[in-house]
């Protein structure tokens, strides 16, 4: 809390003291030296039209000030060329409407000196320029120091995770060579699937994105084994995939949450429920992920707790300002999720 507190304060007294000083030095009008029985005596006289010229200055040095600010610590996507120069189009726009302003109704017919404020301007301006540059230099280090914590995070536990691989690969081969695949082909089927989940998780997502192709595969097969638990008519689930742009590259685990909390908390056996999960696909740079699912009371939170903060906190680091996430619920679930890959054509 106290930290909150201390940068607006600190920028409160900053113009404070600024104000102060640069009133104290030029509102002077005339200086008058006296020496009685021999002591000097200072005798100063401020003209307050020139108090309030300076006051109105600062008030217009603040306004360039924090709007300079706004514009370089907004999208970091863009190039620090282009930045500044929005910044110098901000600069021009103030001084010509303070310039108008000053000569044609505040001061009009005074003879101020406009160019100690336009030279206070570009003072603040650059101090400005300065103190947003580097705000937003420690914002990016601070997401890459975050972004290599996580991704070593990850790694880690996906190290953790991938005790004696073989060795579950090499069971499950066993057990399926076990299975009568005639005479239960759907335990067959949901042993290889699982196998197959088991070895996209441990090897195609390790430390690198996939192709979305990849994670549609994924889903279809997490989704079958789920399907295994329902009577054939309890859930109506669908998935559909349009567009022809399958190559675009995504990190891997964005969209399995969503699904896993649609089942989680949008069915239930022995009773009617829906799942639709829709991926679109038409543009080359751009994933249009939905997922719907009917909603059943059931303890525990229909948000999906920690899954979906992580994802959501994955998408922060991983796309940022490129990806739009909108949850909605009422009657139903609804999910809609769209990220910019920025691939290229990868039809």
Not at 26 to 38: P, T, W, Y
Request: aromatic share 12%.
């Amino acid at each position: 809390m106290q930290s909150r507190l201390f940068e607006p304060l600190a920028h409160v007294l900053f113009w404070g003291l600024i104000s102060w000083v640069i009133v104290s030095l030029f509102s002077i009008n005339s200086q008058e030296i006296e020496i009685i029985n021999g002591q000097r005596t200072v005798r100063i006289t401020r003209d307050p039209n020139l108090i309030r010229f300076l006051l109105i200055g600062q008030g217009f040095a603040v306004l360039i000030a924090y709007l300079n600010i706004l514009i370089i610590r907004k999208p970091s996507h863009l190039s620090a060329a282009y930045v500044l120069l929005r910044s110098f189009a901000l600069l021009f726009a103030v001084v010509g409407i303070y310039l108008f302003l000053a000569k044609q109704i505040i001061f009009t017919g005074y003879p101020y000196p406009y160019y100690l404020q336009l030279g206070l301007f570009v003072f603040f301006f650059a101090i400005s320029s300065a103190y947003g540059f580097a705000v937003e230099w420690q914002r990016s280090e601070n997401k890459r120091q975050t972004l290599a914590y996580e991704k070593q995070q990850a790694e880690l536990n996906l190290l953790r995770s991938q005790l004696q691989p073989h060795f579950l690969f090499n069971t499950m081969n066993n057990l399926l060579a076990m299975v009568d695949q005639s005479g239960n082909p759907k335990l067959t089927s949901a042993i290889d699937q699982l196998s197959g989940l088991l070895r996209y998780v441990v090897y195609e997502t390790s430390g690198k994105k996939v192709t979305v192709e990849k994670e549609i595969a994924f889903i279809e097969d997490y989704t079958e084994l789920q399907l295994l638990r329902f009577n054939e008519d309890e859930v109506n689930l669908k998935v559909n995939i349009k567009g022809d742009y399958i190559n675009q590259k995504v990190e891997p685990g964005l969209f399995i949450p969503f699904v896993e909390n649609a089942f989680k908390h949008g069915v239930r056996p022995e009773q009617s429920s829906f799942i639709l999960i829709d991926f679109d696909l038409n543009q080359d740079n751009v994933i249009q992920f939905l997922c719907s699912n009917s909603l059943i009371t059931l303890s525990g939170n229909a948000d999906g707790g920690m899954g979906l903060k992580g994802v959501k906190k994955r998408l922060d680091l991983l796309y940022p300002e490129k990806y739009k996430l909108e949850i909605i619920k009422g009657e139903n679930y609804i999910v809609n999720l769209k990220i910019e890959t920025h691939e290229g054509d990868n039809r």
